[in-house]
T-cell receptor
């Protein structure tokens, strides 16, 4: 079985501040992990993914995430928020036993203040 | 041109009507999916298909049906729409060769009155 929990439905930061979006997963086997971003009135697009290679994964737009097996976490970070980062962010987990069909978290809305 | 397209982009209909949402892809992927998005609930899987002859129910398939007409086309139908099917619907594709990343269409906003 697989599940994803995103802590905080809304996260608010000031422009230039650190962005930290939290994701914890539950799986019985090594997972594939993904972060997707959804800008207003658009579909989801991949930010980054972990597929059992390096535990620190770098994605687009300056985002990165670290896979921590002991904490079952895959938190998303960005050192300095930009106004254009305001969007909905989704964490997802996929397992081989589940044919790699992803289970998505409920999403975190990132609000960036000037 | 977009790799995954959905038609229509917006649809308003009445309770009891039959609705079809269409999805086409040019990525050449065998795997296709239909999700619905509701505020605060994330994305939930309705149906998925791993090839033209393969159709599988997802988490919330009741009230929906699908048709995989070709590798590139996957349609979602609501046989008798009801108001709680008002949502944003996404089609997606994936391929094992790209690490199972999902490629999403732009979405269809469906309102059932």
């Amino acid at each position: 079985a697989q599940s994803v929990t995103q802590l905080g439905s809304h996260v608010s930061v000031s422009e230039g501040a650190l962005v930290l979006l939290r994701c914890n997963y539950s799986s019985s086997v090594p997972p594939y992990l993904f972060w997707y971003v959804q800008y207003p009135n658009q579909g989801l697009q991949l930010l980054l993914k972990y597929t059992s290679a390096a535990t620190l994964v770098k994605g687009i737009n300056g985002f990165e995430a670290e896979f921590k097996k002991s904490e079952t976490s895959f938190h998303l970070t960005k050192p300095s928020a930009h106004m254009s980062d305001a969007a909905e962010y989704f964490c997802a987990v996929a397992l081989g036993g589940g044919s790699y069909i992803p289970t998505f978290g409920r999403g975190t809305s990132l609000i960036v203040h000037p | 041109d977009a790799d995954v397209t959905q038609t229509p982009r917006n649809r308003i209909t009445k309770t009891g009507k039959r609705i079809m949402l269409e999805c086409s892809q040019t990525k050449g992927h065998d795997r296709m999916y239909w999700y619905r998005q509701d505020p605060g609930l994330g994305l939930r899987l309705i149906y998925y298909s791993f090839d033209v002859k393969d159709i599988n129910k997802g988490e919330i398939s009741d009230g929906y049906s699908v048709s995989r007409q070709a590798q590139a086309k996957f349609s979602l139908s609501l046989e008798s729409a009801i108001p709680n099917q008002t949502a944003l619907y996404f089609c997606a594709t994936s391929d094992p060769g790209t690490g199972h990343e999902q490629f999403f269409g732009p979405g269809t906003r469906l309102t059932v009155l």
